[in-house]
């Protein structure tokens, strides 16, 4: 387990996927489950676990104290449905090379 004062950082090998109307996009045992305080547990795939063949690059930018620049794919008309840590910060470099999804989508 790794974590900061906030944020922990859980492994886990739990067959986790992700749908997007009806495709697959995400399928893993081995996702980091990321648990920050105030937000829902939210696991993080590697990156070869992940369709980003679909994925493509949106414009949205933002920037997490805890955990670094955030970067947001898109899947066709589904905007910003997942994202990444591209550099993460230090104490969260577990996340790089890793996408998480938003809530919209099936997990």
């Not at 492994?11 to 749908?19: F, H, I, T």
């Not at 679909?54 to 066709?76: A, D, R």
């Amino acid at each position: 387990m790794m974590q900061n004062a906030r944020i922990t950082l859980h492994p886990s090998k739990q067959r986790m996927q992700v749908q997007v109307d009806s495709i697959l996009i995400a399928d893993s045992t081995n996702t980091l489950e990321l648990r920050e305080h105030g937000y829902s547990p939210r696991h993080y795939f590697p990156r070869e676990d992940v369709r980003m063949d679909l994925l493509t690059v949106s414009e949205t930018i933002t920037y997490c104290p805890f955990k670094g620049h955030t970067v947001y794919f898109s899947l066709g008309e589904s905007r910003d449905i997942a994202w990444s840590y591209e550099e993460p910060i230090e104490g969260m470099k577990a996340l790089a090379d890793r996408v998480a999804f938003s809530e919209e989508v099936s997990e």
